[in-house]
């Protein structure tokens, strides 16, 4: 009956509508629940299937049909096994036949070596290929907007190498990111972050109100040399390690400080934030014009930023007035002195270069290019010394055993484990590409209830719960085969079974230990990120709607002092609805159509004001939610992986104390100042 049942069903005339994996499972189980038991059944099916369409499809189509007869065969295999388990469980319960005709008699036996790697095999291919992530989304959205024809090849085109006119290279906007970023992570495994950081704690003399306003500024500096990634992949890991060595109730006012200061100092120079370099090289603004406008409007928010911060943890659960003095030479964090200082020079020397061509209006990728590969060039030669060789670092009087890390602390940050590296390379780096810290023991991040005590996390406790980030980065969709006989057996098969992506990042490892801890420490997952949006805005431009939204924009520029304050909100609003980063994509495209720019009211006053406006927005508008900028998601990642978690209303809870004052302070700096000058 069950074979009659999966022929009936194939055997309609929309049967090739409905020949999916799942679709297909239904089928197979109502099979054996039906009493379907001739061997090999599936395979008639399947065999009928493909001679009924052999005649309708092309070759390409047949050779589908066959790779998904396989799959199917394979399922059918397992649930063969299972149901043959069940069947032997129920019999042994009811102490009957163990030779009955209804048993299978091979049943107990267990699953052949053959169908536990099919198994694997099965798991491990669609758990591959299901999975959805802040990488791979947009790249889907930008395909299936290519199937359905609602964009064409030239927004592709436009989306990468930039639109006639435009003044957005979006090649070059990366070339220049990566390059960057590639310096500041290499200068990171020296040890030279954490060496500041510790020697820093060790000058707050046991004051914890000097040791939250040194780590403050530290944040701030790092911020406006570097990049506000750089920040949280660095100081992030070390605030919740510290935290933990020097008994800190709640680490909240560190961690947000840092957030802070991250997304608000990197206004200050061109290269501290991606957004800056998008709307910069939309309106031609140089690496020194562009310090001038904004170095006032940036102090003046770090100035606030602080203010705010002390009056929203002015209780002392959250800054201590002392607290414990770790007992650790700051020198045993720099595990290549030689190479910091090396690393230090060639980020002075990159800054120079830029602030010196600025004048002779050279493109930033070009000054910041050669640094990056002059430092991976003296990476190259440190890995061929076989002189990378992390040191641990014991904080206080805490072992690692008694912090529970399962790795140690390095010069670079935290050693990621093997099998985190090789996970990430192994799925392609699917989430941000941020290296799994050694797990410290839970933070929990406690706030005070009604009676405003604090109990233990034991008790009833109220603690902010690790929440998901909606809709930016998906939980990775897979199909399991969940039977304990098979997952115990597999697993042995796995070491002889790896995929091609592990065996390489082994092999990498092993030769280049250095460049591999700083290849999976890079934000890949930015490169298709960020082409898909601009794709994507260029799709919209090509349809009508960026000359639809510049004729909006012209209602909202009456003046220069109403354009600075719409375009400066709007553009936080929407970073939490797009991200910071297609938002400042959107907003500049905006700007820079006919319909806004040749409007009477967009006076020279009125696009500055918008432009700043914009970069103050796309900034600040990162502190407010989670998911409203890159720095966010990787921080909170962060967090995640070492067991303390903010969750996304509490985020913007403690943002919404103090983001709303900076960024009505910061505008009405750029008020003043274009005011001055216009």
Same mark, same amino acid.
Not at 368 to 391: C, E, H, M, V
């Given at each position: 009956m069950g074979y009659n049942v999966v022929m009936r069903d194939f055997d309609t005339n929309d049967w090739r509508y409905s020949n999916d994996i799942n679709m297909s499972l239904r089928l197979i189980r109502k099979a054996i629940d039906s009493g379907h038991k001739e061997r090999g059944g599936h395979n008639i099916v399947m065999h009928y299937i493909i001679e009924k369409t052999a005649?309708?499809?092309?070759?390409?189509?047949?050779?589908?049909?066959? /790779?998904?007869?396989?799959l199917l065969a394979s399922v059918w295999e397992t649930l063969e096994m299972k149901r043959s388990f069940s069947t032997a469980q129920q019999q042994q319960q009811q102490e009957g036949d163990y030779n009955s005709d209804d048993a299978s008699p091979n049943s107990a036996q267990g699953p052949s070596p053959t169908a536990i790697a099919t198994a694997t095999n099965l798991k491990q291919k669609i758990s591959y290929h299901f999975t959805l992530n802040i990488a791979t989304a947009p790249v889907l959205g930008v395909l299936f907007l290519l199937a359905t024809r609602s964009i064409e090849g030239d927004s592709v085109r436009d989306g990468i190498v930039g639109a006639p006119g435009s003044g957005v290279e979006p090649y070059a906007v990366m070339i220049l990111?990566?390059? @960057?970023? *590639?310096?500041?992570? !290499?200068?990171?495994?020296?040890? +030279?972050?954490?060496?500041?950081?510790?020697?820093?704690?060790? /000058?707050?003399?046991?004051?914890?109100? /000097?040791?939250?306003?040194?780590?403050?500024? @530290?944040?701030?500096?790092? !911020?406006?040399?570097? &990049?506000?990634?750089?920040?949280?992949?660095?100081m992030t890991p070390f605030l919740v390690y510290y935290s933990q060595a020097v008994d800190l109730l709640t680490p909240i006012a560190f961690l947000m400080a840092e957030i802070q200061t991250a997304n608000i100092a990197s206004m200050a120079l061109y290269i501290g934030n991606l957004t800056n370099v998008v709307a910069?090289?939309?309106?031609?603004?140089?690496?020194?014009?562009?310090?001038?406008?904004?170095?006032?409007?940036?102090f003046a928010a770090v100035a606030t930023c602080y203010?705010?911060?002390?009056?929203?943890?002015?209780?002392?659960?959250?800054?201590?007035?002392? +607290?414990?003095?770790?007992? $650790?030479?700051?020198? !045993?964090?720099? $595990?290549?002195p030689v190479g910091a200082v090396f690393g230090l020079s060639v980020l002075a020397c990159s800054l120079i270069c830029l602030i010196g061509t600025s004048f002779a209006?050279? &493109?930033?990728?070009? $000054?910041?290019?050669?640094?990056?590969?002059?430092?991976?060039? /003296?990476?190259?030669? *440190?890995? &061929?010394?076989?002189?990378?060789?992390?040191?641990? +670092?014991? +904080?206080?009087?805490? !072992?690692?055993?008694?912090?529970?890390?399962r790795g140690s602390m390095t010069g670079g940050g935290v050693e990621a484990t093997a099998e985190s590296e090789e996970s990430q390379l192994e799925k392609g780096l699917p989430e941000i590409a941020v290296p799994e810290p050694s797990i410290v023991r839970p933070v929990s991040i406690l706030t005070e209830k009604d009676n405003g005590k604090l109990e233990d996390d034991q008790g009833s406790v109220e603690t902010v719960s690790v929440s998901y980030i909606p809709a930016i980065i998906p939980t990775p969709t897979t199909m399991t085969i969940t039977d304990n006989n098979i997952n115990s057996q597999a697993s042995s098969e796995d070491t002889t079974h790896q995929s091609w992506a592990r065996k390489f990042s082994r092999k990498f490892e092993q030769k280049s230990p250095l460049l591999h801890a700083i290849a999976i420490r890079m934000p890949w997952a930015i490169l298709p990120f960020t082409f898909s949006m601009f794709i994507m805005v260029e799709g919209l431009s090509h349809s009508g709607w960026i000359a639809i939204f510049a004729k909006w924009a012209t209602k909202l520029v009456p003046n220069y002092v109403a354009a600075t304050y719409a375009i400066g909100f709007l553009s936080v609003l929407l970073c939490n609805i797009f991200n910071n980063v297609p938002m400042t994509i959107l907003v500049a495209r905006i700007l820079q159509h006919p319909n806004f720019v040749d409007s009477p009211l967009a006076t020279p006053e009125v696009i500055k004001g918008c432009l700043f406006a914009l970069i103050v927005g796309s900034n600040l508008g990162a502190c407010t939610t989670l998911i409203s900028s890159l720095a966010g998601l990787m921080w909170d990642s962060v967090l995640r992986s070492k067991g303390s978690g903010v969750g996304f209303w509490n985020f913007f809870r403690w943002n919404m104390g103090v983001m709303p004052v900076v960024i009505l302070v910061t505008l009405t700096v750029v008020v003043i100042e274009l005011t001055v000058i216009f």
């Open positions: 005649t309708m499809l092309t070759p390409r189509a047949i050779d589908l049909i066959k /790779r998904f007869k396989m990111f990566f390059s @960057l970023a *590639y310096i500041c992570i !290499s200068l990171d495994m020296t040890g +030279v972050f954490q060496y500041a950081a510790f020697w820093i704690s060790k /000058r707050g003399g046991g004051s914890g109100q /000097r040791v939250f306003l040194s780590f403050f500024l @530290l944040s701030t500096v790092m !911020s406006g040399l570097t &990049s506000n990634d750089v920040v949280v992949l660095t910069c090289q939309a309106y031609k603004v140089s690496f020194l014009e562009y310090s001038a406008w904004m170095l006032l409007p940036c203010i705010m911060l002390r009056i929203n943890f002015r209780h002392e659960k959250y800054i201590p007035k002392i +607290v414990k003095t770790p007992n $650790v030479d700051p020198r !045993s964090c720099l $595990v290549d209006h050279v &493109s930033v990728w070009i $000054v910041t290019g050669p640094f990056a590969l002059l430092t991976l060039a /003296r990476d190259i030669w *440190y890995d &061929s010394q076989g002189k990378f060789k992390p040191a641990q +670092v014991a +904080v206080g009087s805490l !072992s690692d055993r008694q912090l529970g890390d």
